[in-house]
Nanobody, 123 residues
């Protein structure tokens, strides 16, 4: 079992920045790769960023160059640095953990999910 707790969400103006954190505990086998997903009202959940066991990262085209995901050295905390935020980034953001070694933006690969943290970008 893996437990995930997100934090760092909030309200910000367009062009602003936020850093999300995800505290992970439990089985390290179950969180060999991790990811960030988001879901806006009325829309499907979409993959935003993912990091694999070797540290390789992938990003959705919509956030490339603006968002960066990383982990602390012990891999107990996952981060999502979000810069140049846009109103269309408004969503509930979820942290997820997977048994897979390679990161992916497909939610089907992830077995464990946090409760989410709300990000609102508005002037």
């Amino acid at each position: 079992q893996v437990q995930l707790v997100e934090s760092g969400g909030g309200s910000v103006q367009p062009g602003g920045s936020l850093r999300l954190s995800c505290a992970a505990s439990g089985s390290t086998y179950g969180r060999r790769s991790m990811g960030w997903f988001r879901q806006a009202p009325g829309r499907e959940r979409e993959g935003v960023a993912s990091i694999g066991a070797n540290g390789g990262t992938i990003y959705a085209d919509s956030v490339k160059g603006r968002f960066t995901t990383s982990q602390d050295g012990a891999k107990n905390t996952l981060y999502l640095q979000m810069n140049s935020l846009k109103p269309e980034d408004t969503a509930m953001y979820y942290c997820a953990a997977s048994y897979d070694l390679i990161g992916t933006l497909s939610s089907r690969s992830f077995s464990y999910w946090g409760q989410g943290t709300q990000v609102t970008v508005s002037s």
